[in-house]
């Protein structure tokens, strides 16, 4: 079956650090792969995709890249922000398929 | 485009009770989807539909859960005889066919605590 592990949080930076948050994923057949961002009281928001190999999703300084040698879609951000604060899901989907979520990823960035 | 909307946003009820959630879908989306969070982890699929043709269920959705989808628009998730282990936040999100790797939009969810 589909499964997607995530680097397990919470994870705390100061502003302007560098982020990583690992994401490796199973899947038979030729999945896409999301990120999507969660912020308190709110429903998940598409951050970012990639739909082949060697993809590389982009969106608000973030960037991942889909690396089907390693079967990883990791999340990087060059100076984070303290409104990039949020939880942070790593998602694959078949296609036509539901997506399935990693557990996601509790990012704190302090001033 | 208006965005995926669900009603209500927070639903307090006794174990034992019923309970409906309803999801509005972005209106050119045919495919609808419903998940299953709790606290501290990722969204659980539960079912979806394509129109108004339920496609898949999840072994998640016991027969308590009923989900429809009348005339292909707004999907109504009914929870029956209501238990602790159903607290959790349920989801909606919407996509467009075309093509297979369209993502999914979701709603703001509603929150169901169970007294």
């Known amino acids: 079956g589909n499964s997607v592990t995530q680097m397990e949080g919470p994870v705390t930076l100061s502003e302007e650090a560098f982020l990583t948050i690992n994401c490796t994923y199973t899947?038979?057949?030729?999945?896409?792969l999301f990120w999507y961002v969660q912020y308190p009281g709110e429903g998940l928001q598409l951050l970012l995709k990639a739909t082949k190999a060697d993809d590389k999703g982009s969106n608000k300084g973030f960037e991942a890249t889909y690396r089907k040698e390693t079967t990883s879609f990791h999340l990087e951000k060059g100076s984070v922000q303290v409104s990039d604060s949020a939880v942070y899901f790593c998602a694959l989907s078949v296609p036509y398929g539901q997506l399935t979520f990693g557990s996601g990823t509790q990012l704190t960035v302090l001033p | 485009d208006t965005g995926v909307s669900q009603d209500p946003r927070h639903k307090i009820t006794k174990r034992g009770q019923n309970v409906t959630f309803r999801c509005d879908p972005i209106?050119?989306?045919?495919?609808l989807y419903w998940y299953r969070q709790t606290l501290g982890q990722g969204p659980e699929f539960l079912t979806y539909f394509q129109n108004e043709a339920q496609l898949e269920k999840s072994r998640l959705l016991s027969d308590r859960f009923s989900a429809e989808r009348p005339k292909g628009s707004f999907s109504t998730l009914e929870i029956q005889r209501t238990e602790q282990g159903d607290s959790a936040m349920y989801l909606c999100?919407?996509?467009?066919?075309?093509?297979?790797?369209?993502?999914?939009?979701f709603g703001d969810g509603t929150r169901l605590s169970i007294l």
């Open positions: 209106s050119e989306h045919n495919r």
């Open positions: 999100a919407s996509s467009l066919d075309r093509g297979g790797h369209q993502p999914q939009h």
């Open positions: 899947a038979t057949g030729y999945p896409s």
